[in-house]
Structure formats: C-alpha cells, structure tokens
C-alpha cells in the first residue's frame, strides 16, 4: 500500500538535504515540497511563518524507517509527522512506488558476459 507522509521544515535547504537523503536510501520514492504559509499556535503565541510543505511518497515496508528518519533529522522540537494511506492509486504508479523503495525486489545482475580471470 502507499502512504504520503506529511511534514513542514523551517527553509528550503533542511528539506532538500533530507529529501535527498530518504530518496537515496530508498525510504521515499519520492518528495515533493513547496514554499507555503503557516499560521499556529506555539507557546501561548499565534505564529504566522513561512514554511515548506513536504510530502514523501513510500509504502507500509518502508514508513517506520521514513518516521524514524524524519524524526532524527528534523529541526523543530516537535516535528509534524502525519501519515496519510492511499486508497486509490494506479498500477503502474504503485509498482514505481513499491520498486522505488525498500519494498522493491532488488534487480539480478547479469554477469554472464564477464570474463573470469584464470
């Protein structure tokens, strides 16, 4: 199944590197994120700041590694984190997801047309 994991990061460079990371390490297939603004309640005072929305795409294998992940490398003290199942998603979609992540079968290597050294 896909899930969109939700989180919002102070600027562009803290999500980008995390971005990066998650996606190489094949916790995420995919993020997307975006400058938004954000009014919110924090220590009795209302905020109103600029922030960026991230939505990293995995699946249920991968999730509790992604959480983990975020949790650890998040600047605020209290990180929004929130999951969000996909009900309905499309076959050639989910199986870019599954194989984009921990989830995908790893690919054989052919290694017949190597020469072994006598």
Known sequence: MGIVIVSTYPDKKSISKVAHIVVQ???AACV??????SIYSWKGKIEDTEEFLALFKTTTKSKRQLKKEIEKS???KV???VELKMDDV???YMKWLDDSTLGGKPKKRNNSSKRRNP
């Open 90 to 92: 499309s076959m050639p």
């Open 74 to 76: 998040h600047p605020y």
């Open 32 to 37: 997307n994120y975006a400058k938004i603004n």
């Open 25 to 27: 390490r094949k916790l």
């Open 79 to 81: 990180p929004e984190i």
